[in-house]
């Protein structure tokens, strides 16, 4: 049976079943994408210069440099938060919501109308499959900005402020690699529409689709210094979080720089809120309908190659149905394409970077040495670029480092159990709380079993959905404060 599906990449990564139906290559074109060869720092309104030092940007499916990028220092961001200081005095703070709901909304529809634009660019610096920037981040990006910009004049109505609700100030705000574009909306559209003005920096390797988002900003006419993007590696985000003149300092990232940045604000008068790491149980009861069960486990670990804090990468499957849902989950990832992220077919792109891979290696290595057993479906991955197969790791146990770390990849760890106490400790049974999935056929073992689940989110009989209405965050390490949703908005106001 697995014969059938096999499914091989060749060098240039289109993928072909062997099944007697090929795919031809569908990529999507390039060329509405202009990727400069060089990009300054977005500072009250306009591109400069910056101090100097500058970073390179590259496609992680075929390792092609894509541009030269400023690294902004501690004088960059210095000038960023002066310009977002003046901005919030001068004029910011003094537009009524209606009128700062005017800006975001037109920024929601320019991002509609470039939206192929944005989805072609974002796959291209990030490596995740176009299907997923233009059929997920680039929706939720606009849908995340008219979800906010309709609270901008209804902030009285928030239950938040006391019936009269004051933004904070300057917002400092650092995103991740891995929802480029989807953690800049995330963060700015809230920030704007309670008033707030933002300096934003942008993951190292994924700082293209911010700076086109700078344009956009300058297309709807957002007034110089509202917001403001800086590009450059770690130290330019501890510098913007530790800036004096910061009053909110908004983070997603990993737990042990969210820590970092924890203990830089402590003390201080700033507002904070953590959007950190994951390891999510997806828990599958014998009654679950398994051929849907089957699809969101794939939707929960492979889904933007695993590279998601949410993912559901721990999967706990009720012992009498294991091996038939192992021999389905199988059998459907042997159809996954592996591949060129610019083709429309691709279901699983490039790993972000050589260090993310080399991390994804590690942990997988670790996971053999500790005794699991480890399985990929044949695939043959591209020559150039980042790329890790699809895997499970099967046989393991509750102390397995691949049971307890987030590996951040196209890699799942399998365990049992046989009742629902059981698989309720099991999933609890982690440094994290952001996300977890039930899937069974009864209502009422949903509801139970959500309640007693430590986890920010709980999905039943789905995984990954979200929607701008509904908030997003974590328990324990996994950080906290709300994302989304009215809950949104309580970070960003006094
Ligand atoms: P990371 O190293 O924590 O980086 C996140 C951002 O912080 C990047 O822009 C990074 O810059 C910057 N940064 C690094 N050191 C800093 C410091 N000392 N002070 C201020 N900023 C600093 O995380 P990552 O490896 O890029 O991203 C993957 C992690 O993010 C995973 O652990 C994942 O679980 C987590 N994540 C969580 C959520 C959520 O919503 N909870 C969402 C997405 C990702 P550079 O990377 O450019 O150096
Ligand atoms: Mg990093």
Redesign the pocket.
Same mark, same amino acid.
């Given at each position: 049976m697995a014969e059938k599906n096999v499914v091989s990449t060749g060098s240039t990564g289109e993928a072909r079943p062997a099944n007697g139906f090929d795919y031809a290559p569908a990529p999507e074109s390039r060329s509405i994408v202009d990727i400069k060869a060089s990009y300054g720092l977005f500072v009250n309104g306009e591109f400069v210069d910056g101090g100097g030092k500058a970073f390179k940007t590259i496609n992680p499916a075929t390792e092609e440099v894509l541009a030269e990028v400023a690294e902004a220092d501690a004088a960059d961001v210095d000038a960023a938060v002066k310009a977002a200081r003046r901005a919030y005095d001068r004029v910011w703070s003094k537009l009524s919501g209606r009128e700062r709901a005017k800006y975001l909304y037109r920024i929601a529809r320019i991002i509609q109308e470039r939206s192929r634009e944005l989805a072609v660019l974002e796959s291209i610096d990030n490596g995740k499959p176009i299907k997923e920037s233009r059929d997920v981040d680039v929706p939720i990006v606009a849908a995340h900005f008219f979800y906010y910009a309709g609270w901008a004049d209804k902030l009285e109505y928030s239950g938040y402020g006391g019936g009269n609700p004051q933004p904070l100030g300057v917002a400092g705000q $650092? =995103? !991740?690699?891995?929802?480029p574009l989807l953690?800049l909306a995330w963060k700015i559209a809230p920030a704007l529409a309670c008033g707030n003005t933002v300096v934003l920096? !942008? *993951?190292?390797?994924t700082p293209l689709t911010a700076l086109l988002f700078a344009e956009i900003c300058q297309q709807a006419d957002l007034p110089a210094g509202v917001v403001n993007i800086i590009t450059? *590696? @770690?130290e330019t985000?501890?510098a913007? $979080?530790s800036h004096p003149d910061v009053d909110k300092v908004a983070?997603?990232?990993?737990?042990? $720089? @969210?820590k *970092? =940045?924890a203990r830089a604000v402590a003390g201080t008068n700033k507002k904070l809120t953590l959007?950190?790491?994951?390891k999510a149980a997806n828990i599958v009861f014998d009654d679950a309908p398994i051929d849907q069960a089957v699809e969101g486990i794939v939707d929960g670990i492979f889904f933007n190659q695993g590279h998601v804090?949410c993912a559901g990468s721990r999967l706990l499957v009720q012992e009498s149905i294991a091996e038939e849902l192992l021999g389905r989950l199988k059998r459907r990832m042997s159809t996954l394409r592996v591949g060129d992220p610019l083709d429309k077919n691709t279901d699983i792109g490039a790993i972000n970077s050589a260090e993310q891979l080399e991390r994804i290696r590690e942990l997988s290595a670790v996971g053999d040495a500790e005794g699991a057993e480890r399985w990929s479906p044949p695939c043959e991955l591209p020559q150039h670029g980042f790329w890790f197969p699809p895997t499970i790791f099967t046989g393991v146990s509750q102390a397995h480092r691949i049971a307890r770390e987030?590996i951040?990849g196209p890699v799942l760890s399998v365990l049992t159990f046989r009742t629902p106490a059981e698989a309720v400790e099991k999933a609890n049974n982690t440094p994290y709380g952001?996300s977890a999935g039930v899937w069974t056929d009864k209502g009422s073992r949903i509801l139970k079993i959500a309640n007693e689940l430590r986890a920010g989110v709980v999905w039943a009989n789905t995984f990954n959905k979200f929607d701008p209405t509904s908030p997003?965050g @974590?328990y324990k390490e996994? @950080?906290h404060g709300r994302e989304g949703g009215r809950h949104g908005l309580e970070g960003y106001l006094r």
């Open positions: $650092v =995103i !991740p690699w891995n929802f953690m920096k !942008p *993951a190292e390797t450059g *590696a @770690g985000g501890r913007l $979080v983070f997603t990232g990993s737990t042990e $720089v @969210g *970092a =940045i959007e950190l790491g994951g804090c987030e951040f952001l997003f @974590g996994s @950080g």
